[in-house]
């Protein structure tokens, strides 16, 4: 009998597509910032990309759009991420994933991106989630060992008892795995090989049914 109580999905890149992200630091931040300013899109957006860099990726900050409009004084971010909506858009699979996996363990989401993104890149899929984690929101955390270890004590589980995918080596594959925890590296363009390496979440559907006990609870 297996012993995996919780699966993990990483967000952004996993269950919902970057566009919705990708549209937000790189149009719509730009096109108020640039218009703010009385200057050209294009040049907002090379101007806040150099902002970008020169924060980098290892501070929370980077990840927290209301950071992002404070230090640019930026009117109203929510009413902009609204504007957005449309650009939401699940991988094909991911619903058909979520409903099977879901009768055979509890489903969560721990993600880097911040909850201001994930309640709005989640509200078509929310209702298959016991919990959704955002390392920046929640913890003001980097997607990091200690993160997984907060997440397994909210959920009162072990990490051997928690198997989690994502699109980011270090953040979804090196970084749960240091606590023990089981997880996937999901690489949708096929650059990695491996044990560990699913190309779609329907492949990682069915190693998980299989290792779960068959049909996914249906009797
Ligand atoms: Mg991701």
């Known amino acids: 009998m ?94 058909e994933t979520l409903v099977s996996l879901s009768r055979s363990c509890s489903l969560v989401v721990t993600s880097a991106s911040s909850r201001d993104f994930l309640d709005l890149l989640l509200s078509p899929i929310r209702g298959h989630f016991r919990h959704v984690f955002s390392c920046i929101s929640d913890y003001r955390l980097l997607k990091t060992a200690d993160f997984y270890h907060r997440v397994c004590d909210t959920l009162g589980v072990c990490p051997e008892e928690v198997v989690h995918i994502g699109d980011n080596w270090n953040g979804d594959y090196l970084a749960p795995r240091e606590i023990g925890m089981r997880a996937f590296y999901l690489d949708r363009n096929g650059e990695r090989g491996g044990e560990d390496v699913v190309r779609s979440l329907t492949e990682f559907q069915q190693i998980m049914l299989t290792e779960l006990g068959g049909n996914g609870g249906s009797p």
Do not use: C
Not at 15 to 34: G, K, M, R
Not at 43 to 56: D, W
Not at 64 to 73: G, L, T
């Open 2 to 95: 297996s012993k995996v109580k919780v699966i993990s999905f990483d967000a952004e890149g996993t269950v919902v597509t970057p566009q919705f992200s990708t549209l937000i630091w790189y149009e719509a931040i730009p096109l108020q910032y640039a218009r703010q300013r009385g200057i050209g899109v294009d040049e907002g957006r090379e101007e806040i990309k150099r902002e970008y860099s020169a924060m980098g990726m290892q501070r929370v900050e980077w990840y927290d759009v209301r950071y992002w409009f404070e230090q640019f004084s930026l009117p109203d971010y929510k009413t902009v991420l609204d504007a957005y909506r449309h650009a939401v858009n699940l991988y094909p699979e991911t619903e």
